[in-house]
């Protein structure tokens, strides 16, 4: 089992940035798809970058891409998403999920964390 712990949200002003941190504790972790959700209030939660154990491939929504970049530190057992050029409509609580597998698909995770939540003024 993958215990998964995130870090990094906050408040921040429309077209600032933020990394977010999410630091997995157990064996599996390196043979994990890692990737982040999100879910505002009233939408349903939403895929928005995923990337294979090996860092090899990644997946971003359309609506992210260009500004945000997944990565990951296997020595570290963590996961980043860096997010650049936040925008309002990111608000959101961002979720750490890890799944089992050589695939960068996600859904559905194995392992959710608790989520973090992200505020973009404008």
């Known amino acids: 089992q993958v215990q998964l712990v995130e870090s990094g949200g906050g408040l921040v002003q429309a077209g600032g940035s933020l990394r977010l941190s999410c630091a997995a504790s157990g064996r599996t972790f390196s043979t994990s798809a890692m990737g982040w959700f999100r879910q505002a209030p009233g939408k349903e939660r939403e895929l928005v970058a995923a990337?294979?154990?090996?860092?090899?491939?990644?997946y971003y929504a359309d609506s992210v891409k260009g500004r945000f970049t997944i990565s990951r530190d296997n020595a570290k057992n963590t996961v980043y998403l860096q997010m650049n050029s936040l925008k309002p409509e990111d608000t959101a609580v961002y979720y750490c999920a890890a799944r089992r597998g050589f695939t960068v698909a996600m859904n559905p995770p194995d392992n959710w964390g608790q989520g973090t939540q992200v505020t973009v003024s404008s």
């Open positions: 990337i294979t154990w090996s860092g090899g491939s990644t």
